[in-house]
């Protein structure tokens, strides 16, 4: 487990994911940058407005309502903690389709 969680933990940046799109589409960088670029606007704008985004056969963006908590005291490892009130918030979780758990 451990050694797998070292190989995931150098990531692909933004032009190594251009140079890539390149050599397999036959683009230039700079155009497949533009594609990466524009995406990101499409699936920001999607998920403000819909509250989903689905890059098919890669993963599922959706947005979710936390409600707001009020401020008090809570049982937390045995101790009372006190907690201060939270305002609500809206969080943005991502999900691997189905296809691609079954390709790993």
């Known amino acids: 487990m451990a050694k797998a969680m070292k190989a995931a933990a150098k990531t692909m940046t933004k032009g190594a994911l251009a140079e890539a799109l390149a050599s397999e589409t036959g683009l230039k960088k700079s155009?497949?940058?533009?594609?990466?670029?524009?995406?990101?606007?499409?699936?920001?704008?999607?998920?403000k407005s819909a509250g989903?985004?689905?890059?098919?056969?890669?993963?599922?963006?959706?947005?979710r309502q936390k409600p707001a908590t009020k401020a008090g005291k809570r049982m937390a490892f045995g101790?009372?903690?006190?907690?201060?009130?939270q305002?609500?918030?809206?969080?943005?979780?991502a999900f691997c389709v189905a296809a691609l758990k079954k390709s790993i």
């Open 52 to 63: 989903k985004f689905v890059l098919p056969g890669l993963c599922m963006i959706k947005t």
């Open 31 to 47: 155009e497949c940058n533009k594609v990466v670029e524009s995406l990101a606007k499409v699936a920001t704008t999607q998920v």
């Open 79 to 85: 101790k009372e903690i006190s907690c201060k009130a």
């Open 87 to 93: 305002p609500a918030k809206t969080i943005v979780k």
